[in-house]
């Protein structure tokens, strides 16, 4: 999707009052942006959700650079900040600097990711969808506590075929140093293996030697290895913004 600005028409007494100069220009800019944000709001974008607690998160950047906040529900709390639109369009920048928000916090206490743009109208509807997907949400959490993501695509020669065995080979060879993996679309030809796999923190450096292992066994093949990542393939709960 391409973003889609708004665009502010100025009143034509300050364009001519002002359209001679060079500083002109700026007022009206700014003017234009002060009065974008007035309109659009204070929204509540969410980055995932985490078991109540108190953990230092300041050091964190987020998206707008704005600080982000907890939004507490019983024992949870909804990692947010302040957002100037209802309906976000998707940014590659954004969206990058989502999936490094996430990664961040990831690496201080466990958390349910949510995809990018999940935004609410206000905390009152927020709370509202915690509160129906709470057992969820603790069943989640428990789920992937100390567990991280790793993505796996291996790719064929354009030229060669490769025997089904040899995909059943690494998968079964990562498979015992991973707690269950999720096979993900076959989206060329030439994708032999394209898996998640959700493993214990402490299981990285030995899952990533077993990659090592298999690339230097099957050298005809292309190992794409991606992560750690927080488990977004293995969260089931949809929440989504309103």
Known sequence: MEAESKELVSKSAKIEDFR???????????E???ETVEEQGNYIYVYGIIEKYDIKLED???LKNMPIQKIDFKDVSALTSFYPTLNAVLKEDEAMQHANILKNIAEKTTLIPMSFGTVFKDEDILETVLSKSYQAIKQTLKLIEGKIELGLKVVKNELEDVNNSVAMEILESLGKLSIKSIKGDNFSERLLLNHSFLLEKNKF??????IAKLEEKHKNLKFIYTGPWPPYS???IKISGS
């Open 32 to 34: 234009e942006k002060e």
């Open 60 to 62: 964190i950047k987020v």
């Open 205 to 210: 450096s030995e899952f990533s030697e077993e």
């Open 234 to 236: 293995f969260v089931n």
């Open 20 to 30: 001679d100069t060079e500083n002109s220009k700026d007022f009206l800019v700014n």
